[in-house]
């Protein structure tokens, strides 16, 4: 072995201990620790106030016994990392309904039976659901991987209420072992704690919505990332999904696209409980917070939207006609306006040289000046200041704006917004070049019916941009 393997490799062989939080937990307790026996590590149990025979079996197998009240799980473990009198290098981190699988036992002895990369400071593990005394294989249930062995000193729990994940700092590797989580409780236990949980998960989405730096939220959100980052990046996707639709949509595809139904009945329970109607309860209890929220404030925030959005909209609108007038020739042309800053004939030439760009690349010959346009072989257009769209334009800018919303996603669904309202004017104008003739200016007015056509597509985007409202701690930021 040269001096660089020395340097990668731990000169003794590794390892590790076993934490197990428990409260109460007399009928799991016995079998997880047992399934540790093979290992012959140190186990600590850290306890918070059972009053059944938990304690007295976790005396059989270890003395590590510790007490400290339970806040929430990541204080608890975090609590467990940072005072238990831990002397290996490694931390396993197990709950008492976990089980270490024969297989994960052998993978864990030969792993810990030779040195281990130095630069390896986590292992990450697949949970083994079992429910009703049944695998729950489907679904994208198995595998699911969760970082449960680390070096210590480089692993930590997030800091959030619910879904807590170990964060492992460093390289990690993937065991081929499973941890089976056996789900013990009766249909009322497991219903009572997904109520419970999904509570906490409700106020956790309220409270970060818009938010990509939320303090305690260490996970990364990567698709290209490990496992647990790509969960962490899928689940952001499906926060982005309107309430109520999204639980269905993930149903859909959890127990028909990823073949959930093959779990068999006790699959459809688990599946329907865990999949839809958690998921369903976490935005109805979103729902309900935000409608109570609403009809508290709401009287004040729609006078306070409405009068932004008139002024605003007046203050577009008159500005815009303003310096038509005065970039046109007469009374008030202004020539240093007219030659330096003219946005409006600026758009004008974009829409104009747009338009008949697309049409000499269909193979029809279009020419342009500085206010119209002509196909050859057909009806010359004029485009007027009416025809740029500007009206509309404002109308959707100044209600943005007025929205409480983040300014960063405003300024995107503005940018966004007349980008289509000018596309379509160009795929306007294309046609009329083609079409257009003084027979059709006679029975139709395409100007009207571009505008309640546009009107239309504005009503059903802002729909869905409102039907979102921004948390309670982020107004201040959105005004």
């Not at 079998?31 to 290992?39: D, G, I, K, M, Y």
């Not at 012959?40 to 059972?50: P, R």
């Not at 962490?232 to 309107?242: H, N, T, V």
């Not at 004008?348 to 119209?372: C, D, K, M, Q, Y």
Request: include cysteine; proline fraction near 3%.
């Amino acid at each position: 072995m040269d001096d660089n393997d020395d340097k990668s490799k731990s000169s003794v062989t590794d390892k590790f201990s076993v934490i197990v939080l428990t409260y109460n937990e007399e009928r799991n307790i016995r079998a997880c620790l047992e399934s540790l026996v093979p290992l012959n590590v140190d186990i600590f149990i850290v306890d918070s106030g059972s009053t059944d025979k938990t304690l007295e079996i976790c005396r059989e197998y270890t003395a590590n016994v510790f007490h400290h009240p339970f806040e929430n799980y990541s204080v608890q473990r975090n609590w467990a990392f940072n005072n238990l009198p831990i002397t290996t290098g490694w931390i396993l981190n197990l709950d008492a309904d976990h089980r270490a699988t024969p297989e994960l036992v052998t993978e864990l002895t030969a792993t810990f039976n030779q040195p281990i990369d130095a630069h390896v400071n986590g292992f990450l593990v697949s949970r083994r659901t079992m429910f009703m005394d049944k695998w729950i294989k489907h679904g994208g249930h198995y595998p699911t991987y969760h970082a449960i062995l680390f070096r210590k000193g480089f692993g930590q729990c997030e800091d959030k209420l619910y879904d807590q994940h170990f964060k492992i700092t460093g390289k990690t590797k993937i065991l081929k072992g499973d941890m089976i989580d056996i789900i013990t409780e009766s249909l009322n236990t497991f219903i009572t704690r997904h109520n419970h949980w999904a509570t906490l998960e409700a106020e956790y989405l309220i409270n970060t919505a818009n938010d990509d730096t939320v303090n305690g939220e260490v996970i990364k959100a990567k698709l290209t990332g490990n496992p647990i980052e790509r969960r962490r990046y899928i689940k952001k996707q499906y926060e982005s999904f309107p309430l109520f639709v999204r639980p269905v949509v993930y149903f859909i595809i959890r127990y028909f696209i990823r073949l959930g139904f093959l779990d068999g009945t006790e699959g459809l329970i688990f599946h329907f409980l865990q999949g839809f109607w958690f998921r369903f309860l976490i935005d109805a209890k979103i729902y309900e917070k935000r409608k109570k929220a609403s009809n508290a404030s709401g009287s004040n925030q729609i006078i306070k939207f409405i009068f932004s959005f008139v002024f605003l909209f007046l203050v577009f609108y008159f500005f815009n006609i303003m310096f038509f007038g005065l970039t046109s020739q007469g009374n008030h042309y202004s020539p240093f306006l007219a030659g330096h800053l003219n946005y409006i004939q600026g758009l004008r030439s974009v829409l104009l040289n747009t338009s008949a760009s697309i049409l000499n690349a269909l193979g029809f010959t279009a020419i342009t000046s500085n206010t119209e346009m002509l196909v050859v072989g057909h009806q010359a257009i004029q485009v007027v200041y009416s025809c740029l769209g500007l009206g509309i334009i404002s109308f959707f800018t100044a209600f943005v704006l007025a929205y409480p919303k983040p300014l960063k996603k405003k300024l995107i669904f503005i940018a966004a917004g007349i980008f289509t309202i000018e596309l379509l004017n160009v795929i306007r104008f294309v046609l009329l070049g083609l079409y257009w003739n003084k027979d059709a200016a006679k029975t139709i007015d395409h100007h009207t019916l571009f505008n309640i056509f546009i009107y239309i597509i504005i009503a059903i985007s802002l729909y869905f941009w409102i039907k979102n409202p921004v948390p309670e701690n982020k107004e201040h930021a959105a005004n």
